[in-house]
């Protein structure tokens, strides 16, 4: 009986996030439209994805207790850095954080672009996140052109973002 009762709860569970998922939307695949978000940031701007159509956009979903994460963030910025005059803008998105360890990872690593808690994971869910870091690329016309499941590696995103921005 008590297998049953596991079972039971272990089949709820599933299925609550699969119509959790389905609600939200497709999973998000490259080629398809990404989908629209608008968050305010940690300094109290608002982002919207779609005021960013007609530029190349580079989406990151982290969390400060990510290890990954925490390797990856100098070279976001360095590739925010380089990129930022030609038309790439780079967000942030810190999903499963506290308020003061996402700032206090902003303030580590010197991130000069724009950061935002995700909360209640809405967008992070739209996005179909499984595991952090991941990062989207979006093209000009707003449909994903890659997506980078743990830590983004500098030569291709360095390529993607050349061939978005030809």
């Not at 998922?21 to 608008?38: E, T």
């Not at 179909?128 to 093209?139: A, L």
Request: aromatic share 12%; charged share 20%.
């Amino acid at each position: 009986m008590a297998w049953l009762a596991v079972a039971l709860l272990l089949a709820l569970f599933l299925y609550g996030l699969t119509t959790q998922r389905l609600q939200a939307g497709l999973v998000p695949r490259p080629d398809m439209v990404a989908p629209d978000f608008q968050l305010t940031t940690f300094d109290g701007q608002t982002v919207h994805l779609a005021s960013y159509r007609g530029k190349v956009v580079v989406v990151n979903f982290w969390a400060s207790w990510c290890a990954p994460c925490r390797d990856e963030q100098p070279l976001l910025q360095t590739l925010w850095e380089r990129y930022r005059d030609r038309g790439v803008v780079f967000l942030g998105i810190d999903v499963q954080d506290n308020d003061h360890d996402a700032r206090a990872f902003i303030k580590e690593f010197q991130t000069t672009y724009p950061m935002a808690p995700d909360p209640g994971g809405r967008v992070s869910i739209n996005y179909g996140v499984v595991g952090f870091p991941e990062t989207y690329v979006i093209s000009r016309s707003g449909t994903i052109a890659r997506k980078f499941t743990g830590p983004v590696d500098a030569m291709q995103m360095i390529g993607t973002l050349e061939d978005l921005l030809r």
